[in-house]
């Protein structure tokens, strides 16, 4: 089953997030077993060139390489497609237009204003018309709830052809309504609850990053009902581990 039949199935998958650029980040990340990798480009110094060599290395063990692009942006979103994504999430989508021109750029006309060139995902030249068809078929579009914008229009988002779901972004989401980081502020509390409301009702995809590198966060927010999960990103994974060892070596 691929990742976007078990996205419209609703079934829990479970991915990270890449901020380091070097290829050993994602080839240590990937052996551990992750539905899905995403590629960072917006809250990271990667680059398009270093984006493709994680694209690569994600793709080539097995997994499915998402990019996060720095913002809604056609050209932007057709680079790391045309570099071999399978997909985007794409941040501060905050109204129904937002969500439009994602998924315009990511599909090929009729469907979108992507623009047609052969790259690393077109085989080099060889495969665009099979690309041209699993792209249409297989393709991701998550759009980012991260602003209380986009809560309030959360429906229409949603009601968009070609988004296969969203994931909060807590941080942003929090600081929209001016508490950034406090994620048990009654008003953050009141926006996820909107949001539930919101997504249960439309049978949404509802995803979620979880930032601490914690089982208990995790299996929080599955009970909550969400199954597009990140689960924290490589500099905490890193940190942590760093972290933890010392103070036992300390404790010794």
């Not at 439009?100 to 080099?124: D, F, H, M, N, T």
Request: charge should be negative; charged fraction near 25%.
């Amino acid at each position: 089953m691929t990742l976007k039949e078990k996205l419209k199935n609703k079934e829990l998958t479970i991915g990270s997030w890449i901020t380091l650029g070097h290829p050993s980040i994602a080839e240590i990340m990937v052996r551990a077993g992750y539905d899905w990798l995403t590629v960072d480009m917006e809250h990271s110094a990667i680059t398009l060139h270093q984006a493709q060599q994680l694209i690569q290395i994600i793709e080539l063990a097995g997994c499915v390489p998402l990019v996060r692009v720095g913002k809604n942006d056609p050209n932007l979103i057709k680079r790391v497609m045309d570099a071999g994504a399978h997909g985007v999430i794409v941040p501060m989508v905050n109204c129904r237009e937002d969500a439009e021109q994602a998924v315009s750029s990511v599909k090929y006309p009729p469907k979108g204003i992507r623009g047609v060139g052969l790259a690393r995902a077109q085989g080099y030249g060889e495969s665009f018309e099979e690309y041209k068809e699993w792209n249409d078929e297989e393709s991701i579009v998550i759009v980012q709830v991260e602003h209380i914008k986009a809560v309030e229009n959360l429906e229409e988002i949603l009601s968009v052809d070609g988004v296969d779901g969203f994931i909060i972004g807590p941080y942003d989401l929090s600081g929209s309504l001016g508490v950034p980081g406090q994620f048990d502020h009654p008003d953050v509390v009141e926006a996820l609850e909107k949001v539930k409301e919101i997504s249960n009702r439309l049978d949404a995809l509802s995803g979620y990053h979880v930032i601490p590198p914690t089982v208990d966060d995790f299996k929080e927010k599955v009970d909550e009902g969400y199954r597009f999960i990140a689960h924290s990103l490589d500099i905490l994974f890193l940190g942590e581990g760093c972290r933890n060892s010392i103070e036992k070596i300390k404790e010794m």
